[in-house]
């Protein structure tokens, strides 16, 4: 793992208790060796290793000298006892004084810890509540290991790897494996805001290898359920301006480190308003990274440098060749640990490699999409699903039928003759891929299925895998009073934040040693989201009414209103081309069939037509290439 901890490194091992902490270390606070880990506690009762940041530290630190001196306890004055600056330091202090989960309770946020009590002999790993840090554990053989990274894990001796198929059925169907499955049976994803605890010499622990279910200390459900009872019942100018507040303070906490700082930048609504307020709470230009490419439909490095321009940030860009983020595809496996086929992985790797040349901390705008409702299926729930189900499931079958009849091609060119006519927050990439896609979900029974089939690549229709069954356990919905849209925000705030988007940030950018923050995901922003009415996220049509009222204030509404891009790379033409080669040799009918895990036929039924131009089956595919390359690596 020393590239996720380049530089420093420890351990700490008790032969008696049959336990030990290992730790690599990217030093962001206190730079010094009183930052070392793992860490002991000031009595020498807890040790920890710990990943990632505590934003409020210093606050806590305050609450714990001001609680120690107020009780006439052992002296820990301001000016006095603690060892360094670290956060670590305050985190031990604080369940010392507190416990656990009083404590995680009151941080602010993102960390993967693992906590040993030497008194009570209990071991307790633990996550933030969004899950922006990783954390695995599980069972192999007669060891229990837990980590930052499945390699890590892979080195063990008692190390056995198995591959979990049904963790592979949801590989297949959402590109990334999600929580709390992992890949490799016996091996688990912590479940964000939770801690898991067990005691060393509970003979049924050890006898039957059996775990306690991981015990919450915040859930996105309490946080919605609290919402819809306590509405914000203020106007819409008092919501900007509390809106604007939260996540001033959330950038100003984020931005605190002994390190160089910098931010990633599209030009997109939403690391757009993280860099204006960044650029706000500072009078030394922010030093921002963007990413170009050469491809005019993937290219937001011309929209990224007019808001710089304009709010006056130091900025950088990079334009990448072809042959340069393709260089990226070997190293994924190695990257990613698992396999993982969310194809902006690319791109985001490289703008990560970009900052880390000024930079060791970078901001990102990722999570308000989530938050206030910034993706295509937020408003065909909001603004189509009420219509089509109206008409009777037979009707919406013969309408997907009749979509289906029209190739995705010709679709694409019927769209260009009109396009003109759209408003810009409308228009679509791929029109023609993103209608069959539309019929492919017509015939969903009610809004759950709807949504499952919307962030699905291979479906329950389509018999990819060699499994007996082909079933896989689904995430749990949100239940409650919100309506379709909201409740597709929950599960892309449970599922596919921390499962897709926080693993490809945080993997790519450790990767190379950059450390990345998330403003957005300040528990109290995403506590305040759930209060606000559902007119203030999504209006006429367009996503994140609020957070864009916001933005306004900072920077020009021409300078970001454009439609939605993504950030993406033209894997599609890649894999007729340069790529072609490479995805040949892993989609090989008898490799496919050798190794047992998918049936050749339907992948290269997919790749001939993807070959022809008849469809673009670029995300099927690369689900496939992803799984096949990381497969490859292990031997």
Request: proline share 5%.
């Amino acid at each position: 793992m020393k590239h996720r901890g380049p530089d420093d490194s420890g351990a700490w091992i008790d032969c008696e208790a049959g336990i030990a902490l290992g730790h690599v270390r990217l030093s962001i606070l206190d730079l010094s060796h009183a930052g070392h880990q793992p860490m002991v506690s000031e009595s020498g009762r807890y040790v920890i290793v710990f990943n990632g940041e505590v934003y409020n530290h210093l606050q806590l630190r305050r609450k714990l000298d001001g609680r120690i001196i107020s009780h006439g306890l052992e002296e820990r004055s301001e000016s006095g006892s603690w060892r360094g600056q670290s956060d670590t330091e305050t985190l031990l202090a604080g369940f010392e004084r507190w416990g656990i989960r009083r404590t995680l309770e009151r941080v602010r946020r993102m960390f993967a810890l693992a906590l040993w009590d030497r008194v009570g002999r209990v071991l307790t790993l633990a996550r933030d509540r969004l899950g922006e840090k990783p954390l695995y554990y599980g069972w192999q053989g007669k060891s229990f290991l837990f980590g930052s990274d499945l390699r890590a894990l892979q080195t063990h001796p008692d190390w056995r790897g198995k591959i979990d198929r049904k963790a592979l059925d949801l590989y297949v169907r959402h590109s990334c494996v999600p929580t709390p499955w992992t890949i490799f049976v016996g091996i688990c994803k912590l479940v964000p805001g939770t801690t898991l605890s067990f005691r060393l010499g509970d003979e049924k622990f050890f006898a039957y290898r059996e775990l306690s279910e991981p015990e919450p200390f915040w859930t996105l459900l309490d946080a919605a359920e609290n919402g819809k009872r306590n509405p914000f019942r203020g106007t819409e100018e008092n919501a900007v301006n509390e809106l604007d507040s939260l996540l001033g303070h959330s950038v100003a906490e984020q931005m605190i480190t002994d390190v160089p700082l910098g931010a990633f930048l599209s030009g997109g609504i939403d690391s757009t308003a993280v860099v204006a307020l960044m650029q706000a709470q500072t009078s030394k230009p922010v030093k921002t990274f963007t990413l170009g490419f050469k491809e005019a439909i993937y290219n937001e490095a011309e929209d990224a440098k007019a808001v710089a321009r304009h709010l006056g940030t130091e900025h950088t860009e990079l334009y990448v060749s072809p042959q340069e983020t393709m260089s990226v595809i070997p190293r994924l496996p190695e990257v990613y640990s698992e396999p993982f086929a969310d194809s902006s992985q690319v791109p985001t790797f490289l703008i990560s490699k970009l900052a880390r040349e000024d930079v060791t901390v970078s901001l990102s705008g990722d999570g308000g999409d989530e938050l206030f409702g910034g993706y295509n299926r937020h408003f065909m729930a909001a603004r189509l699903w009420p219509q089509l189900s109206r008409f009777p499931n037979s009707l919406r079958h013969i309408g997907a039928a009749g979509i289906r009849a029209i190739s995705p091609r010709h679709w694409d060119g019927l769209y260009r003759a009109v396009e003109s006519l759209i408003p810009m927050h409308l228009r679509l990439r791929g029109a023609g891929d993103k209608l069959h896609k539309i019929a492919d979900v017509l015939g969903s029974d009610d809004g759950d299925a709807l949504y499952r089939r919307l962030i699905s690549h291979w479906g329950p229709a389509d018999i990819v895998l060699r499994v007996d069954k082909h079933e896989a356990p689904q995430p749990v919905f949100l239940p409650g009073k919100a309506n379709l849209s909201e409740k597709m925000m929950a599960l892309d705030l449970l599922g596919y934040l921390p499962n897709d988007i926080l693993t490809k940030v945080d993997r790519a950018a450790m990767a190379v040693s950059l450390e990345t923050r998330i403003p957005f995901l300040d528990h109290r922003v995403v506590e305040f989201a759930w209060r606000l009415p559902f007119e203030m996220k999504i209006r006429d049509g367009q996503g994140k009414w609020l957070l864009r009222q916001v933005l306004y204030r900072y920077v020009p509404k021409k300078l970001v209103e454009r439609p939605k891009m993504g950030f993406g790379i033209p894997i599609d033409t890649w894999l007729r081309g340069p790529l072609r080669e490479w995805a040949e040799s892993l989609l090989q009918e008898s490799r496919l069939s050798q190794e047992g895990f998918f049936r050749p036929d339907p992948i290269r039924r997919k790749w001939s037509e993807h070959l022809a131009g008849k469809r673009n089956w670029q995300y099927h595919l690369w689900d496939v290439l992803m799984f096949q390359a990381w497969f490859e690596s292990l031997h």
